[in-house]
């Protein structure tokens, strides 16, 4: 199996097994809910964080790595979204998003 197949496997899941897929820094996870991928990311989700509203609480090119899994599908400007994890992400830095949910409209 190839690594983008086991991507989707583990996006599928929403877990991930302590596996380095990021650069050393800052790692921030997207729409987090109560799910811990357990590799040192930061949640941001509501309550705290909302995505329609608020940008992504980084300066520009400072985060190593960001999980966005089964997240776009759910705000209302998903292209501005990826602007701001664009604007986020450090040169170098790895952006792993999965969309829509197997089972989402």
Known sequence: ??????????????????????????????GAGDKDLQDDSIPLDLPNWDANTMPIPAESETVAG?????????????????REIERVLKPGGVGIVVVPYYSSA
């Open 1 to 30: 199996m190839d690594m983008m197949q086991q991507l989707f496997l583990w996006g599928m899941d929403r877990m991930l097994p302590k596996v380095r897929l990021f650069p050393p820094g800052l790692i921030l996870n997207l």
């Open 66 to 82: 960001i999980h966005a899994y089964h997240f776009l599908e759910h705000i209302e400007d998903p292209i501005a979204m990826l």
